[in-house]
């Protein structure tokens, strides 16, 4: 399967925000905001499926900080996919976006 563009919404918490959001803003194709409780992170990655994309983000934030959590809603072709670190949480289809709104 060649590479998309899979759109990325998700929260980054971790014990050294100061040094993973420099490897956020690598990664990712968007922006990068600070919150109370981490960092809110909006963009897109060029990948074949979620499924890796999520696993090479968050290794690449736990190699700077291993005390790293990522919550993460990948869309891709229609279906949105939601992970807690590794794990898939759940998948379900997405509505289409109203260009005109």
Do not use: C
Not at 23 to 36: M, R, W
Not at 70 to 86: N, P, Q
């Amino acid at each position: 399967m060649p590479d998309q563009r899979v759109r990325l919404v998700a929260e980054v918490s971790s014990d050294r925000l100061e040094a993973v959001r420099p490897v956020l803003e690598q990664l990712i194709q968007g922006t990068v905001s600070a919150t109370p409780s981490g960092l809110h992170v909006e963009g897109w990655m060029l990948g074949a499926e979620p499924r890796e994309l999520n696993r090479q983000l968050l290794s690449a934030l736990r190699r700077v900080e291993r005390k790293t959590r990522l919550r993460a809603e990948w869309d891709s072709g229609g279906v949105a996919h939601r992970f807690f670190d590794y794990v898939l949480k759940s998948s379900r289809p997405t509505l289409p976006t109203d260009p005109t709104i």
